[in-house]
Protein backbone atom coordinates (compact mmCIF):
# COMPACT_ATOMS: atom_id res chain seq x y z
CA UNK A 1 0.00 0.00 0.00
CA UNK A 2 1.63 3.42 -0.81
CA UNK A 3 1.81 6.19 1.58
CA UNK A 4 0.28 9.54 1.13
CA UNK A 5 2.01 11.87 2.57
CA UNK A 6 -0.94 14.28 4.73
CA UNK A 7 -0.84 18.00 3.34
CA UNK A 8 -2.24 21.07 5.44
CA UNK A 9 -6.29 21.16 5.03
CA UNK A 10 -5.74 24.77 3.05
CA UNK A 11 -3.46 22.38 0.22
CA UNK A 12 0.17 24.04 -0.90
CA UNK A 13 1.08 26.99 0.78
CA UNK A 14 3.16 29.80 -1.39
CA UNK A 15 5.08 32.22 0.19
CA UNK A 16 6.16 35.22 -1.74
CA UNK A 17 8.64 38.16 0.28
CA UNK A 18 9.67 41.58 -0.80
CA UNK A 19 10.29 45.06 1.10
CA UNK A 20 10.03 43.91 4.75
CA UNK A 21 6.50 42.25 3.90
CA UNK A 22 5.99 38.23 3.76
CA UNK A 23 2.20 36.80 2.53
CA UNK A 24 1.35 32.99 1.92
CA UNK A 25 -1.42 32.16 -0.47
CA UNK A 26 -3.17 28.59 -0.55
CA UNK A 27 -4.22 25.89 -2.59
CA UNK A 28 -7.55 25.51 -1.04
CA UNK A 29 -9.58 28.77 -2.15
CA UNK A 30 -6.65 30.26 -4.36
CA UNK A 31 -6.66 33.13 -1.11
CA UNK A 32 -4.31 34.71 1.26
CA UNK A 33 -3.18 32.63 4.81
CA UNK A 34 -1.05 35.37 6.24
CA UNK A 35 0.15 39.04 5.39
CA UNK A 36 3.17 40.67 7.62
CA UNK A 37 5.20 44.01 6.87
CA UNK A 38 8.28 44.36 9.56
CA UNK A 39 7.45 40.95 11.78
CA UNK A 40 3.55 42.83 12.50
CA UNK A 41 0.65 40.67 11.76
CA UNK A 42 -1.69 42.71 9.81
CA UNK A 43 -3.70 39.81 8.50
CA UNK A 44 -6.09 38.19 11.04
CA UNK A 45 -5.01 34.79 9.50
CA UNK A 46 -4.73 31.47 10.44
CA UNK A 47 -2.53 28.45 10.55
CA UNK A 48 -1.30 26.30 8.11
CA UNK A 49 -2.96 23.32 9.95
CA UNK A 50 -5.77 24.91 10.37
CA UNK A 51 -9.17 24.91 7.65
CA UNK A 52 -10.19 29.08 6.77
CA UNK A 53 -12.17 30.02 9.66
CA UNK A 54 -15.23 31.95 8.79
CA UNK A 55 -14.22 32.75 5.33
CA UNK A 56 -10.36 34.38 6.28
CA UNK A 57 -9.00 35.24 3.45
CA UNK A 58 -11.04 33.36 1.45
CA UNK A 59 -11.99 34.95 -2.56
CA UNK A 60 -15.82 35.34 -2.95
CA UNK A 61 -16.62 34.27 -6.80
CA UNK A 62 -19.25 34.28 -8.59
CA UNK A 63 -21.23 36.10 -5.36
CA UNK A 64 -20.27 37.50 -2.57
CA UNK A 65 -22.28 37.82 1.07
CA UNK A 66 -25.49 36.00 0.31
CA UNK A 67 -28.23 34.89 -1.71
CA UNK A 68 -31.82 34.18 -0.78
CA UNK A 69 -32.98 30.67 -0.30
CA UNK A 70 -30.15 30.10 -2.75
CA UNK A 71 -32.88 30.67 -5.84
CA UNK A 72 -32.24 33.31 -8.80
CA UNK A 73 -33.33 33.43 -12.00
CA UNK A 74 -31.65 34.44 -14.95
CA UNK A 75 -33.50 34.80 -18.99
CA UNK A 76 -36.98 33.00 -17.57
CA UNK A 77 -35.08 29.90 -16.00
CA UNK A 78 -34.73 29.70 -12.10
CA UNK A 79 -31.81 27.64 -10.42
CA UNK A 80 -31.26 26.50 -7.03
CA UNK A 81 -27.61 26.97 -5.09
CA UNK A 82 -26.80 24.82 -2.21
CA UNK A 83 -27.69 26.44 1.10
CA UNK A 84 -24.45 26.95 2.62
CA UNK A 85 -25.86 28.62 5.45
CA UNK A 86 -28.65 26.35 6.24
CA UNK A 87 -29.65 28.06 9.75
CA UNK A 88 -30.22 31.32 7.22
CA UNK A 89 -31.69 29.54 4.14
CA UNK A 90 -28.97 31.15 2.40
CA UNK A 91 -26.46 30.63 -0.08
CA UNK A 92 -23.03 32.38 1.00
CA UNK A 93 -19.99 33.50 -0.87
CA UNK A 94 -19.82 31.23 -3.93
CA UNK A 95 -18.33 28.10 -5.28
CA UNK A 96 -14.46 28.17 -5.80
CA UNK A 97 -13.56 29.25 -1.66
CA UNK A 98 -13.10 25.83 -0.83
CA UNK A 99 -11.92 24.61 -4.70
CA UNK A 100 -7.95 23.36 -5.29
CA UNK A 101 -6.27 25.96 -7.21
CA UNK A 102 -3.66 25.67 -9.41
CA UNK A 103 -0.09 27.00 -9.34
CA UNK A 104 0.09 29.28 -12.97
CA UNK A 105 3.30 31.33 -12.36
CA UNK A 106 5.82 32.47 -9.07
CA UNK A 107 8.62 34.58 -8.37
CA UNK A 108 10.19 35.69 -5.14
CA UNK A 109 7.38 38.99 -4.56
CA UNK A 110 4.01 37.18 -6.44
CA UNK A 111 2.22 34.14 -7.37
CA UNK A 112 -0.58 33.96 -9.79
CA UNK A 113 -2.53 30.79 -9.31
CA UNK A 114 -6.17 30.12 -11.03
CA UNK A 115 -9.20 27.81 -10.71
CA UNK A 116 -11.78 26.87 -14.23
CA UNK A 117 -15.05 26.75 -12.79
CA UNK A 118 -17.48 24.04 -14.19
CA UNK A 119 -20.93 24.43 -14.91
CA UNK A 120 -23.26 23.13 -12.23
CA UNK A 121 -26.56 22.55 -12.28
CA UNK A 122 -27.18 25.76 -9.82
CA UNK A 123 -24.86 27.56 -12.23
CA UNK A 124 -24.32 26.37 -15.42
CA UNK A 125 -21.41 28.75 -16.77
CA UNK A 126 -18.05 27.68 -17.03
CA UNK A 127 -15.78 30.41 -15.48
CA UNK A 128 -11.67 30.87 -15.42
CA UNK A 129 -11.03 32.89 -12.51
CA UNK A 130 -7.45 34.29 -11.74
CA UNK A 131 -5.68 35.68 -8.71
CA UNK A 132 -2.15 37.85 -9.17
CA UNK A 133 -1.13 38.47 -5.47
CA UNK A 134 2.25 41.31 -5.17
CA UNK A 135 4.46 42.56 -2.88
CA UNK A 136 6.23 45.98 -3.38
CA UNK A 137 7.09 49.66 -1.54
CA UNK A 138 3.09 50.33 -1.59
CA UNK A 139 2.13 46.70 0.41
CA UNK A 140 0.28 43.75 -0.94
CA UNK A 141 -1.68 43.99 -4.25
CA UNK A 142 -3.72 41.11 -5.26
CA UNK A 143 -5.35 41.54 -8.81
CA UNK A 144 -8.24 39.32 -10.10
CA UNK A 145 -9.50 38.41 -13.70
CA UNK A 146 -12.53 35.94 -14.35
CA UNK A 147 -13.34 35.25 -17.71
CA UNK A 148 -16.46 33.62 -18.79
CA UNK A 149 -15.59 30.36 -20.73
CA UNK A 150 -19.17 29.18 -21.51
CA UNK A 151 -21.71 30.03 -24.73
CA UNK A 152 -24.17 32.53 -23.13
CA UNK A 153 -23.83 35.53 -20.17
CA UNK A 154 -22.84 34.47 -16.59
CA UNK A 155 -24.64 36.43 -13.97
CA UNK A 156 -21.19 37.40 -11.81
CA UNK A 157 -20.21 38.99 -8.95
CA UNK A 158 -16.80 39.53 -6.66
CA UNK A 159 -15.59 39.73 -3.38
CA UNK A 160 -12.73 38.72 -0.97
CA UNK A 161 -12.66 38.14 3.01
CA UNK A 162 -9.73 39.64 4.70
CA UNK A 163 -9.69 40.13 8.48
CA UNK A 164 -7.69 42.95 9.85
CA UNK A 165 -5.88 43.46 13.03
CA UNK A 166 -3.54 46.48 15.05
CA UNK A 167 -2.19 43.90 17.12
CA UNK A 168 -2.71 44.66 20.85
CA UNK A 169 -5.35 47.35 19.76
CA UNK A 170 -8.98 45.88 20.60
CA UNK A 171 -11.73 45.70 18.06
CA UNK A 172 -13.51 48.68 20.53
CA UNK A 173 -10.80 50.86 20.12
CA UNK A 174 -9.66 50.91 16.79
CA UNK A 175 -10.60 54.28 15.19
CA UNK A 176 -12.74 53.12 11.58
CA UNK A 177 -13.02 55.45 8.55
CA UNK A 178 -15.59 54.00 5.89
CA UNK A 179 -16.11 56.08 2.86
CA UNK A 180 -19.63 55.51 2.14
CA UNK A 181 -22.78 57.72 1.73
CA UNK A 182 -25.06 54.90 2.82
CA UNK A 183 -25.84 51.19 4.67
CA UNK A 184 -27.75 48.46 3.40
CA UNK A 185 -30.93 48.02 5.57
CA UNK A 186 -31.18 43.91 6.68
CA UNK A 187 -33.69 41.67 7.83
CA UNK A 188 -33.22 38.45 10.66
CA UNK A 189 -30.99 36.69 7.75
CA UNK A 190 -28.77 39.37 7.10
CA UNK A 191 -30.40 40.07 3.68
CA UNK A 192 -31.33 43.57 2.50
CA UNK A 193 -34.65 44.82 2.18
CA UNK A 194 -33.94 48.62 2.13
CA UNK A 195 -31.17 51.36 2.37
CA UNK A 196 -30.90 54.36 4.55
CA UNK A 197 -27.92 57.58 4.58
CA UNK A 198 -25.60 56.85 7.28
CA UNK A 199 -25.16 61.01 8.12
CA UNK A 200 -25.48 62.15 11.22
CA UNK A 201 -26.16 58.16 12.62
CA UNK A 202 -24.46 56.28 14.95
CA UNK A 203 -23.58 54.31 11.36
CA UNK A 204 -21.58 56.75 9.78
CA UNK A 205 -17.53 56.10 9.62
CA UNK A 206 -17.09 58.99 6.82
CA UNK A 207 -14.79 60.98 9.53
CA UNK A 208 -12.60 58.56 11.34
CA UNK A 209 -13.91 57.41 14.80
CA UNK A 210 -13.99 54.35 17.21
CA UNK A 211 -15.58 51.31 16.61
CA UNK A 212 -16.53 50.93 20.24
CA UNK A 213 -19.17 48.40 21.36
CA UNK A 214 -20.99 48.64 17.86
CA UNK A 215 -21.82 45.36 16.46
CA UNK A 216 -21.19 45.34 12.96
CA UNK A 217 -22.31 43.02 10.00
CA UNK A 218 -23.13 45.57 7.34
CA UNK A 219 -22.89 46.46 3.80
CA UNK A 220 -22.03 49.91 3.04
CA UNK A 221 -22.89 51.63 -0.02
CA UNK A 222 -22.95 55.00 -2.28
CA UNK A 223 -18.97 55.37 -1.69
CA UNK A 224 -17.15 57.97 -1.85
CA UNK A 225 -14.33 57.98 -4.47
CA UNK A 226 -10.93 58.70 -4.65
CA UNK A 227 -9.34 61.00 -7.52
CA UNK A 228 -8.54 57.55 -9.08
CA UNK A 229 -12.03 56.24 -8.57
CA UNK A 230 -10.91 53.69 -5.89
CA UNK A 231 -11.81 54.06 -2.57
CA UNK A 232 -10.59 53.20 0.91
CA UNK A 233 -11.19 51.62 4.49
CA UNK A 234 -9.03 52.42 7.18
CA UNK A 235 -8.22 51.78 10.69
CA UNK A 236 -5.67 53.55 13.12
CA UNK A 237 -4.46 53.08 16.81
CA UNK A 238 -6.28 55.58 18.88
CA UNK A 239 -3.23 57.65 19.08
CA UNK A 240 -2.65 57.61 15.47
CA UNK A 241 0.63 55.96 15.90
CA UNK A 242 -0.02 52.85 13.58
CA UNK A 243 -2.73 51.57 11.10
CA UNK A 244 -3.51 50.00 8.06
CA UNK A 245 -5.41 50.41 5.14
CA UNK A 246 -7.41 48.47 2.62
CA UNK A 247 -7.94 49.97 -0.83
CA UNK A 248 -9.71 48.88 -3.76
CA UNK A 249 -10.00 50.03 -7.69
CA UNK A 250 -13.09 51.31 -9.27
CA UNK A 251 -14.46 47.87 -9.55
CA UNK A 252 -15.38 48.10 -6.27
CA UNK A 253 -18.70 50.06 -4.86
CA UNK A 254 -19.43 48.52 -1.59
CA UNK A 255 -18.03 47.10 1.74
CA UNK A 256 -18.72 44.99 4.10
CA UNK A 257 -17.81 45.44 7.43
CA UNK A 258 -17.87 42.75 10.22
CA UNK A 259 -16.67 42.88 13.72
CA UNK A 260 -16.37 39.04 14.29
CA UNK A 261 -19.05 39.06 16.85
CA UNK A 262 -21.01 35.98 15.49
CA UNK A 263 -17.14 33.78 15.74
CA UNK A 264 -16.50 32.15 18.46
CA UNK A 265 -13.58 31.44 20.73
CA UNK A 266 -10.65 33.17 20.45
CA UNK A 267 -11.60 35.10 17.29
CA UNK A 268 -14.51 36.52 18.20
CA UNK A 269 -14.48 40.51 18.22
CA UNK A 270 -10.38 39.98 17.48
CA UNK A 271 -10.51 41.16 14.49
CA UNK A 272 -12.49 43.27 11.25
CA UNK A 273 -12.99 41.74 7.98
CA UNK A 274 -13.17 44.51 5.45
CA UNK A 275 -14.60 42.94 2.51
CA UNK A 276 -14.52 44.94 -0.64
CA UNK A 277 -17.15 44.00 -3.30
CA UNK A 278 -18.74 44.45 -7.11
CA UNK A 279 -22.33 44.03 -5.79
CA UNK A 280 -24.46 43.79 -2.58
CA UNK A 281 -25.86 41.01 -0.95
CA UNK A 282 -28.49 39.33 -2.86
CA UNK A 283 -27.46 40.97 -6.06
CA UNK A 284 -28.15 37.53 -8.21
CA UNK A 285 -32.25 38.43 -7.15
CA UNK A 286 -31.89 42.28 -6.98
CA UNK A 287 -29.48 42.38 -10.01
CA UNK A 288 -28.08 45.30 -8.59
CA UNK A 289 -24.70 46.22 -9.29
CA UNK A 290 -24.41 42.73 -11.23
CA UNK A 291 -21.92 41.94 -13.78
CA UNK A 292 -23.06 40.46 -16.89
CA UNK A 293 -19.79 38.38 -18.27
CA UNK A 294 -20.46 38.04 -22.08
CA UNK A 295 -18.95 34.70 -23.56
CA UNK A 296 -15.11 35.23 -24.05
CA UNK A 297 -15.47 38.18 -21.77
CA UNK A 298 -12.91 38.79 -18.84
CA UNK A 299 -13.24 40.89 -16.14
CA UNK A 300 -10.26 42.62 -13.77
CA UNK A 301 -10.04 44.33 -10.09
CA UNK A 302 -7.52 44.98 -7.88
CA UNK A 303 -7.51 45.61 -4.96
CA UNK A 304 -4.57 45.28 -1.85
CA UNK A 305 -3.82 46.22 1.99
CA UNK A 306 -1.11 49.30 3.22
CA UNK A 307 0.48 49.51 6.78
CA UNK A 308 1.06 52.34 8.08
CA UNK A 309 -1.29 55.49 8.80
Known amino acids: MQNVEPRPPSGAQWTIAAAGQEAVIVEVGGGLRSYRHEGVDYLDGYAADEISPGGAGQVLAPWPNRIRDGRYTVDGETYLLPLTEPERGVALHGLVNWARWRLVEQSDDS ?43 APFGFSVHPYLQLPGVAVD ?32 YTAPRRIGAAQLDMTFGEVIRDADGGSAVSLTAPDGATGVRI ?3 QQFGWWQVFTGDALTGERHRRSVAIEPMTCPPDAFRSGRDLIKLAPGETWRGAWGIRPGV
Open 247 to 249: WAD
Open 111 to 153: VTVEYDLPPHPAYPWALRVRGRWSLGPEGLRAEHETTNLSTEA
Open 173 to 204: DLVMRVPARNRLVVDSRLLPVGATAVAGTEQD
